[in-house]
């Protein structure tokens, strides 16, 4: 809201208002924002041995803050200290009139890619770094089929902004094995699509669910818990969700 709005973001709107009124209606989005899993069902484990859902809290929290910053109003679809079903995610965007819905997660791999190893203070856990980078994931057969379209534009340009911000994507859940052979509906900028991803066809806005890194990569793992990269894919976000918006003005 606008009485919210820091300094820097009110000088951004004086100068979206010198380039074109269509573009000030862009930070009025109502972004849906899920930070995957929960503590019960914590998701993959990371090569160090932390649980996905500390990563994807931790990305969700530096994204809502960057979101915030640029006008746009935020609704965590879940707390840290709740177990909301997919389903219910999603009725609380729709109950929130949420114009996107925006799923974050962190990446892992097939079981046969891992391997075993000691982590340096000296436990035992499982690693791979064969694959690196981020996903997008879009489902083509959400509630309403109207936002399928909407949904692949957002993620084109997440794809485009994550490119920009030096990120690549990892293509690996494109590989014919069994539990991924993804259709990799954008290679360049790492779009897959799964029909089945209940949390993005139960949305009734669009939606696209972002793997941000793959954590059990170690390498990988280390740059994904730095406060500073972090903060550069939230910027990417903010970024693609102005192009994002612009594109949808008629
Ligand atoms: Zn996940």
Not at 205 to 216: R, S, T
Not at 222 to 247: E, K, N, V, W
Request: some cysteine.
């Amino acid at each position: 809201m606008l009485q919210n709005r820091r300094p820097t973001s009110v000088v951004l709107m004086l100068v979206w208002g010198l380039t074109g009124s269509v573009q000030a209606a862009c930070p009025a989005l109502r972004i849906a924002l899920d930070a995957g899993h929960s503590q019960s069902r914590p998701g993959a484990r990371s090569a160090s041995g932390l649980p996905e859902v500390e990563f994807n809290v931790a990305l969700a929290e530096v994204v809502a803050a960057q979101l915030r910053t640029q006008g746009y109003t935020v609704l965590p679809v879940n707390r840290r200290d709740e177990q909301p079903t997919l389903t219910e995610r999603t009725r609380r965007a729709a109950a929130f009139k949420a114009d996107l819905f925006l799923s974050l997660h962190h990446d892992s791999v097939q079981p046969r890619y891992l391997l075993p190893w000691l982590t340096p203070d000296g436990h035992a856990e499982h690693y791979s770094d064969r694959f690196a980078g981020y996903s997008l994931f879009i489902s083509t057969v959400p509630a309403r089929a109207e936002t399928a379209a909407a949904s692949r534009a957002l993620a084109m340009q997440l794809g485009s902004a994550l490119r920009a911000a030096g990120l690549t994507p990892t293509l690996h859940h494109a590989e014919p094995i069994p539990g991924e052979g993804r259709k990799l509906l954008d290679a360049e900028r790492g779009i897959y699509r799964f029909d089945e991803l209940v949390v993005l066809r139960s949305a009734t806005m669009p939606a696209v669910l972002l793997e941000a890194g793959v954590i059990v990569n170690r390498a990988e793992e280390a740059r994904l818990r730095q406060p500073a990269y972090r903060q550069r894919i939230a910027t990417a976000i903010s970024t693609a969700l102005r192009a994002y918006c612009a594109g949808m003005q008629p």
